[in-house]
């Protein structure tokens, strides 16, 4: 991947498909693939379509969403250290 670019799509929350278009304002880029969702947002796989070079877009979620998600994902990880030894 050349490029990791962030998008925020107000009012579409994970509703992009393959086939969207997306701009930066600069650029132009079409949504050929999902690659994997982190806490904050899904990555996606682009072509730029001016370049037809291959980039990696994340868009990200809103920010309510994603602060209720991380704050699961820290419970999540303190349940797991809780659960582990400890050798030091
Ligand atoms: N440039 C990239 N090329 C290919 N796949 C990518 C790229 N960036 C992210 N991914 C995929 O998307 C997933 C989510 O990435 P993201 O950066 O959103 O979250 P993370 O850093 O893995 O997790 P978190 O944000 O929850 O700590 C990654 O685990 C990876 O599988």
Redesign the pocket.
Known sequence: ?A??LSFSVPGQDFQIQRGDRLSSGSSDYMVLDF?????????T?CVELDTYKM??I?IMKKRQQAMR??QL?VRKQIRVLKGKKCYG
Do not use: Q
């Open positions: 991947m490029r990791n690659l994997g969702e982190g806490s904050f947002g899904k990555v796989r980039v990696a994340k998600d991380a994902e």
